[in-house]
């Protein structure tokens, strides 16, 4: 279970884009390239992920709709609380049925986005740091790739 509780953060974590809520920052739709550093427990350096994703329309027009399904598919245990915004920034909480927990923040400009995702597994936490950058409005790489 622990396992597939932290894959569900991690497809938090690789999903982080927009929220669908009124008052929430705008992300323009198009190509975006993630970066994910993972700071795992007693490893001295960071994991480093980098990939392409297409931001659609619908997914940037009602994406906390749709991260919350993408979580749920990795880990049917694991709920998301309602976001809560500030200005350009959107916090929310998960939890994976108690054994993986996360505190999550993003940051919107307008050529991108920036996040903190800091999981806690076992009384260890694992910090994600995401950055995502707007490359163009033509998406050359489908989600599935």
Do not use: H
Not at 107 to 126: A, C, E, K, P, Y
């Amino acid at each position: 279970m622990r396992a597939r509780s932290l894959a569900a953060c991690t497809a938090l974590a690789l999903g982080l884009t927009t929220l669908s809520v009124a008052q929430a920052p705008p992300v323009r739709p198009g190509q975006y390239e993630f970066k994910i550093e993972m700071r795992l427990p007693d490893t001295p350096q960071p994991m480093t992920v980098t990939q392409m994703q297409c931001i659609t329309p619908e997914d940037a027009a009602d994406f906390f709709k749709k991260m919350r399904a993408d979580v749920a598919a990795a880990d049917e245990d694991c709920k998301l609380t309602d976001p809560v915004i500030s200005g350009n920034k959107v916090t929310w909480d998960s939890d994976c049925s108690g054994s993986v927990t996360a505190k999550s923040e993003m940051t919107v400009t307008s050529d991108g986005f920036t996040g903190v995702l800091r999981t806690v597994s076992d009384g260890q936490v694992m910090p994600f740091n995401i950055t995502a950058r707007w490359v163009g409005a033509t998406c050359t790489v489908d989600d599935d790739e």
